[in-house]
C-alpha cells in the first residue's frame, strides 16, 4: 500500500500542471475512496449471502479485468 500511494502521488504530479496539483490530489482521493467503498460492499454482500469462495473469485476477477484494462491502455 505505501508504495503504491507513493506511486500514484507521484506519477499525478508529473502528469498535472502545477496550479491544478491539489485539487488533482483532491481528485486522486475521491476516486479512490469511492472506488474502494463500492468495491468493497459488493464483495462483502456477495461473501455474506452466497460464499466466501465467491465473494474471493469475484474480487480476483475483478483484478484480472483491471489489469487487462491497464494493458490495453498502456498499449494504445
Known sequence: MAVQESLEATVTAEMVQPETLTISYGALGTVN????????AIVGVVWTTV??????????????????ALLRVRKS
Do not use: D, R
Not at 475512496?33 to 468493497?40: C, D, H, K, N, V
Not at 460464499?51 to 487487462?68: D, I, W
Open 51 to 68: 460464499s466466501p469462495v465467491l465473494g474471493f473469485a469475484l474480487a480476483a476477477g475483478m483484478m484480472v479485468v483491471g489489469t487487462l
Open 33 to 40: 475512496g469511492a472506488t474502494q467503498f463500492i468495491s468493497s
